[in-house]
């Protein structure tokens, strides 16, 4: 029992000076481990973004390259391709500027007005028409008219896709996608 009282009495524990050194080593500690958690995050948010935008523009490729084999004709014009003779009818590609941005429309009447996009994921959607691709840092579409009985008409698409503008994480597609159905002349 005396043991006990004698215990109770003492008045042990930490001081100031060492409570505060101990908050500033925790501290360091946790900046630290909350850096690098939130730099993980973040390269996890860009890296699914990119992939998005190549999932996209492959899919947009893709499309693309079978409207062109179903086409007998086309023409450029500027950044827009328009392929005739398909089984759709005329089938219109665009790709519409937005500052550094691009995005690829199919059969877009004319480009959306809203020009403020800052980023590729808010580009707005067309009126008519459908947004296939965005993230796009250069659309270039070129259009080759067969030659005199050696070889069919071709249309050359290139495309880039970069979600962080200025970085080097680009994707590049290209191909020169031959119109099966024009004639040699």
Not at 38 to 62: I, K, M, P, W, Y
Not at 153 to 172: F, H, P, T
């Amino acid at each position: 029992m005396k043991l006990f009282r004698r215990l109770r009495r003492e008045q042990g524990g930490y001081s100031l000076v060492e409570l505060v050194s101990v908050m500033a080593i925790l501290g360091t500690i946790l900046t630290g481990v909350t850096t690098v958690f939130v730099s993980a995050s973040n390269s996890e948010l860009h890296t699914n973004r990119r992939v998005q935008a190549q999932l996209q523009a492959g899919a947009a490729f893709d499309r693309l390259r079978r409207d062109v084999h179903c086409a007998s004709g086309g023409s450029v014009s500027g950044s827009t391709l328009t392929l005739t003779g398909t089984t759709c009818g005329t089938v219109t590609w665009r790709a519409c500027a937005y500052g550094s941005w691009y995005a690829l429309y199919r059969n877009a009447t004319s480009c959306p007005t809203n020009n403020n996009a800052t980023k590729c994921t808010s580009l707005p959607t067309p009126t008519s028409g459908k947004l296939y691709a965005s993230c796009l840092t250069a659309a270039t579409f070129t259009y080759t008219a067969s030659v005199a009985g050696t070889s069919l008409a071709k249309v050359r698409a290139d495309i880039v896709v970069n979600v962080k503008a200025g970085s080097l994480d680009s994707y590049e597609l290209a191909d020169e996608i031959v119109l099966r159905n024009s004639t040699r002349t």
